[in-house]
């Protein structure tokens, strides 16, 4: 069983940066796929950024790219997103999410494993 813990959130104003951290348990860290995804009150939840196990190859949202930065520290067990140039159209809960397959997914139901979600809230 992994579990996860997301934290790094909160009130920041249009053009900030926030560093999300998500901490896992579990063995086995650098085996997972990484996932960032998020949700928007009345919205479904939404791909954001993964980050494969070893050979850490990334992939984005293209309403994030070139803002936001998903890394990994396996030593830590815990994976970061980096958000830049916030926009209030980014307001939403974000989830991390981990899975053991290899190859990228950016689908809700390609991740078996979630934490409980962490509030992000840009105002203009």
């Known amino acids: 069983q992994v579990q996860l813990v997301e934290s790094g959130g909160g009130l920041v104003q249009a053009g900030g940066s926030l560093r999300l951290s998500c901490a896992t348990s579990?063995?086995?860290?650098?085996?997972?796929?990484m996932g960032w995804f998020r949700q928007a009150p009345g919205k479904e939840r939404e791909f954001v950024a993964t980050i494969t196990g070893r050979s850490g190859i990334t992939y984005y949202a293209d309403s994030v790219k070139g803002r936001f930065a998903i890394s990994r520290d396996n030593a830590k067990n815990t994976a970061y997103l980096q958000m830049n140039s916030l926009q209030p159209e980014d307001t939403a809960v974000y989830y991390c999410a981990a899975r053991v397959l290899p190859n990228i997914s950016t689908q809700v139901t390609g991740f078996p494993y979630w934490g409980q979600g962490t509030q992000v809230t840009v105002s203009s």
């Open positions: 579990g063995r086995s860290f650098s085996n997972y796929a």
